[in-house]
């Protein structure tokens, strides 16, 4: 059984399309994040959730969009795409946003925008 | 400057030798500190977690943290070609809530 899965594993657009990326973890875990992991393998935080509240929220640009409907599921919308969020995107969770908590990461999504 | 620096490699090895991977800070309030291993097109996974200073082992697998110099490490004995893939460091400060700040990865490859 996957523990953290993400969809669509790839996903190609156009510039200026709005896109989902959709989570989910079967491991029980309160807390939830999305990674974005650029060109150069830099991973870097950009949203977590414990229990459905944001309390990590990066400096990204309004048009990502993070909701979690429940505690086992995260999702990221994304507007008005752009080149520069060419990216593969991670999906993680863990028990809870404590010190000795193991993320856990699902397998990535590969967003193109061309 | 980059909270956290890693050397992107590549680093190619033959089987059998001990590889050293290595990692330096700016954050003195980072106390967690982490190795993830990274395949190609895959998620990362935890590999080892210490806290503070000090060295921790499981099987071939070491890590070290060295606080005063703002310096980790990670060595790999008797490396396999199943080791090929990117390491990257982790460290966040204690306490909830806080962000984990990754490094760049270091790219390893084990020629058999």
């Known amino acids: 059984d996957t523990a953290v899965s993400q969809t669509p594993k790839y996903l190609v657009t156009q510039m200026g399309n709005d896109k989902s990326i959709k989570c989910e973890q079967n491991?029980?875990?309160?807390?939830m994040y999305w990674y974005k992991q650029d060109s150069k393998k830099f991973l870097k935080i950009m949203f977590s959730y414990n229990n459905k509240e944001l309390i990590i929220n990066e400096t990204v640009p309004n048009r990502f969009s993070p909701k979690s409907p429940d505690k086992a599921h995260l999702n990221l919308h994304i507007n008005s795409l752009e080149l520069g969020d060419s990216a593969v995107y991670f999906c993680?969770?863990?028990?809870?946003?404590?010190?000795?908590?193991?993320?856990?990461f699902g397998p990535g999504t590969r967003l193109t925008v061309l | 400057q980059k909270e956290v620096e890693q050397d992107p490699g590549p680093l190619s090895v033959p089987e059998g030798a001990i590889v050293s991977l290595n990692c330096t800070y700016s954050n003195s309030a980072f106390q967690y500190f982490m190795w993830y291993r990274q395949y190609s097109r895959k998620g990362p996974e935890l590999l080892m977690y210490?806290?503070?200073?000090g060295n921790k082992e499981d099987g071939r697998f070491t890590a070290q943290v060295d606080k005063s110099s703002k310096y980790i490490s990670l060595f790999i004995r008797d490396s396999q070609p199943s080791d090929s893939a990117t390491y990257l460091c982790?460290?966040?400060?204690?306490?909830?809530?806080?962000?984990?700040?990754f490094g760049t990865g270091t790219k390893l490859q084990v020629i058999p």
């Open positions: 993680a969770s863990s028990q809870a946003a404590r010190d000795t908590d193991t993320q856990y």
């Open positions: 491991l029980g875990h309160d807390t």
């Open positions: 982790a460290m966040r400060p204690s306490g909830g809530y806080q962000k984990v700040t």
């Open positions: 210490t806290y503070s200073s």
